[in-house]
């Protein structure tokens, strides 16, 4: 399997609790490497943006306003088949059917607060990066 990057986002949930490095715990043993990383708070309408794609569903506008409401860390990371294999980190969005050690399994508050975000496919990762990061600020 190729070497593969993703994005990733600690949720506010999560920065609230003060877990960003238990996450980052999670990530690192399980072979995956931050290549970049910052601490920034969104506006309602640059999470709107990012979860565009989920702009029909009923939970869109809670969504939007949780990812505004605190600090988030987006972050890059890189190994192989990182994006199936971060996604094998966080486990299943409702923390109710999250596989036991996964991160939402021990973290997640609810199926909305889920404590983080992972790309789902080479394309959205791709977009979900150059929204976040320029070319320079990744640091493999
Ligand atoms: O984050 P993931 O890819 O696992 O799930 P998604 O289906 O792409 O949904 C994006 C985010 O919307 C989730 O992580 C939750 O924060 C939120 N969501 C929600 O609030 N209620 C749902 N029924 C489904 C998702
Ligand atoms: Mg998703």
């Known amino acids: ?70 600090p988030v860390v987006v972050q890059v990371l890189e190994g192989e088949g990182a994006i199936a294999k971060n996604r094998e980190v966080m486990g299943a969005t409702n923390p109710a059917d999250a596989a036991p050690g ?11 607060e889920n404590s983080v975000h992972g790309s789902d496919a080479p394309e959205t990762a791709k977009e979900e990066i150059a929204y976040f990061f320029a070319g320079l600020e990744l640091v493999g």
Request: aromatic content about 8%.
């Open 102 to 112: 996964t991160v939402r399994a021990e973290f997640a508050e609810s199926v909305g």
């Open 1 to 70: 399997m190729a070497t593969e990057r993703t994005l990733s986002i600690i949720k506010p949930d999560a920065t609230k609790r003060n877990l960003t490095g238990k996450i980052n715990a999670k990530f690192e043993d399980a072979g995956l490497r931050i290549v970049a990383q910052k601490r920034i708070h969104l506006t309602p309408a640059q999470a709107g943006e990012f979860y565009k794609v989920h702009a029909e569903r009923p939970f869109y506008g809670e969504l939007c306003d949780f990812m505004a409401s605190g």
